[in-house]
């Protein structure tokens, strides 16, 4: 019987371990595809088992990350689909490029705030699938298109503030 408890504890920490890491491995994705003439991100190691010791990286109680904050960074580049990975995720402002599509996989997301970017492209109607975002801030970019009814949905519900 103590075997069986031993594996399964051994499994899960195996588990968490994987979770953690792939969090770094998408934010490792995120900074190796930005330039950081400041070195803000630095201390973005990706050989720790887990991001929660990084500058700009805030997790919860379980070591998985909630918030992102790179405002006034000066980073350029783009953001990276690995961000999709970020499950709960609830805050993150960045950047360049288009917005990709599997930030509508970050369902914890509650601010999402890309203003002031050089964002392009169209909003991706993924970001309608983000039930618990509150607060959106996508102006001053080069975005082009209609926004998307899904996100429009949000705005309607009263979920979503738009700016």
């Not at 991001?51 to 990350?65: F, G, K, R």
């Not at 405002?71 to 995720?89: E, K, T």
Request: negative net charge.
């Amino acid at each position: 019987m103590r075997f069986i408890a031993l594996v399964f504890l051994v499994g899960a920490l195996a588990i968490i371990a994987v979770e953690c890491n792939s969090e770094g491995d998408a934010l490792n994705a995120f900074k190796t595809n930005v330039a950081d003439p400041n070195n803000v991100l630095q201390s973005w190691d990706p050989t720790l088992v887990n991001p929660c010791t990084w500058l700009h990286v805030t997790c919860n109680s379980q070591n998985s990350v909630v918030r992102v904050d790179l405002g006034g960074a000066n980073l350029s580049g783009s953001l990276v689909p690995q961000l999709g990975m970020l499950n709960n995720l609830q805050y993150f402002n960045s950047i360049s490029g288009a917005i990709p599509s599997e930030l509508g996989n970050l369902t914890k997301l509650v601010s999402l705030g890309l203003e002031n970017n050089k964002l392009s492209g169209l909003i991706p109607s993924s970001l309608g699938n983000l039930k618990s975002l509150r607060w959106m801030r996508l102006d001053s970019n080069e975005l082009s298109g209609e926004i998307p009814i899904s996100v429009l949905k949000l705005v309607l519900w009263g979920n979503l503030q738009l700016m």
